[in-house]
Every structure is written in C-alpha cells, then in structure tokens.
T-cell receptor, first 112, second 115 residues
Framework: QKEVEQDPGPLSVPEGAIVSLNCTYS??????FMWYRQYSRKGPELLMY????GNKEDGRFTAQVDKSSKYISLFIRDSQPSDSATYLC????????????FGRGTSLIVHP | EAQVTQNPRYLITVTGKKLTVTCSQN?????MSWYRQDPGLGLRQIYY???????DKGDVPEGYKVSRKEKRNFPLILESPSPNQTSLYFC??????????????FGPGTRLTVL
C-alpha cells in the first residue's frame, strides 16, 4: 500500500459543479497537508496548505483534513474551465516541505 | 520575479551519454530538491539539499548525482543515462521559515528522453 493514495481520474464535470478531490494516507505522523495544482506542461504550484485537522477556505477552494480517518479533501465551488488541471495532494511530518510525500494526482476536466 | 529556472526544457539523448540538467532559483532559498514525474507514479523525490554542500538521497536516487556548490544552483547529473530515466523532471526550492512559507516553488520541468 502506498503511503498516500489518490485516484488519478480523470474526473470530468460541467462548469459550475462542486468538485470533490480526495486523498487517503497511512502514516499517522503526517501533520502538514498541501494541495498543489499542475497545469499541463507546467510545474506544480501550491494551492492550499493546512496544519493538522480542520477546514481552511480560500475563495472557491476549501481544504478539509480528517486525521482520525486519515482522509483529506479539496472542494472547488462553482468550478470553471480554467480549473482544469491535475491536483496533487502532499503531506509531511515536519513543516519543512523539502520531504513531502505526494499523491499521484487527480486529473480534473471542467467542460463548458 | 521569484522563480525557479531549469535548462534544458526538452532533451533527447542516447544511452550512456552523460548529461546535466541545471536548476537555479533567485529566492535565496536554503532547500532545493529534484523530482521525477511518471504516469501512474506521481512525483518522486530524487535528491534534496538543505544548504550548500549538504545533499541527501530521496526515494529514487539510483543513477543520479547532484551537487550544491552555490546556494542558488542545484544541477542534476546523469552520468550514464538509461531508457528507464526517460521522465519529466522538476526542480523545486523552499525556505524553512515555518507555515505556508515552507511551500516549495517548482521549476517548469525538463522532459528527458533517453533512447
């Protein structure tokens, strides 16, 4: 079993839909949780960063962490075609992100 | 503009021909890393460096070398490339200041094909 599991998709949704992206993990020592967005032919860029359990909201994006279930989610409200990208979850034991563990990424397609 | 640059962006080479992929960052970051990204396997860390002259292996270091002689540069060296090193490579940098500032900034990627 991989340390971080993420369904690669693709996930195809109509514009305006609420998108839910998820990762599960096995290492209970993970404390820092990140979501990266990667457009085609580009490097990943940080989208959301949370520490421990709880929710964090930023505009149309909400990151949720449930440490008891070892499950994290990223919700995108009112999805737009420009949200079409691969979303990678990442997590680390320490705050120093030089040794994060990444999920495989989920490909999201938002069609007009 | 804060950025991580990589060169070349695309490279086709043959088995056994030594090559170097350069990486440079202008943010004065202490930490730098190299990743490879393969379909179905996601991002895997090759090597990382916590500062000048300090490097350590990541998850998949076999067949790669790195050096960190200057803070801004972190080249990836393939002494004798093989076809299984065909991949998309990313360099990343970050600064251990705590919180979201620890985030890694990724370069644009280098697509390497080894024939």
């Amino acid at each position: 079993q991989k340390e971080v599991e993420q369904d690669p998709g693709p996930l195809s949704v109509p514009e305006g839909a609420i998108v839910s992206l998820n990762c599960t993990y096995s290492n209970s020592a993970f404390q820092y949780f990140m979501w990266y967005r990667q457009y085609s032919r580009k490097g990943p860029e940080l989208l959301m960063y949370t520490y421990s359990s709880g929710n964090k909201e930023d505009g149309r994006f909400t990151a949720q962490v449930d440490k008891s279930s070892k499950y994290i989610s990223l919700f995108i409200r009112d999805s737009q075609p420009s949200d079409s990208a691969t979303y990678l979850c990442a997590m680390s034991v320490t705050g120093g992100s030089y040794i994060p563990t990444f999920g495989r990424g989920t490909s999201l397609i938002v069609h007009p | 503009e804060a950025q991580v640059t990589q060169n070349p962006r695309y490279l086709i080479t043959v088995t056994g021909k030594k090559l170097t992929v350069t990486c440079s960052q202008n943010m004065n970051h202490e930490y730098m890393s190299w990743y490879r990204q393969d379909p179905g396997l996601g991002l895997r860390q090759i090597y990382y460096s916590m500062n000048v002259e300090v490097t350590d292996k990541g998850d998949v270091p076999e067949g790669y070398k790195v050096s960190r002689k200057e803070k801004r540069n972190f080249p990836l060296i393939l002494e004798s490339p093989s076809p299984n090193q065909t991949s998309l490579y990313f360099c990343a940098s970050s600064s251990p200041s705590g919180g979201a500032e620890d985030t890694q900034y990724f370069g644009p990627g280098t697509r390497l094909t080894v024939l």
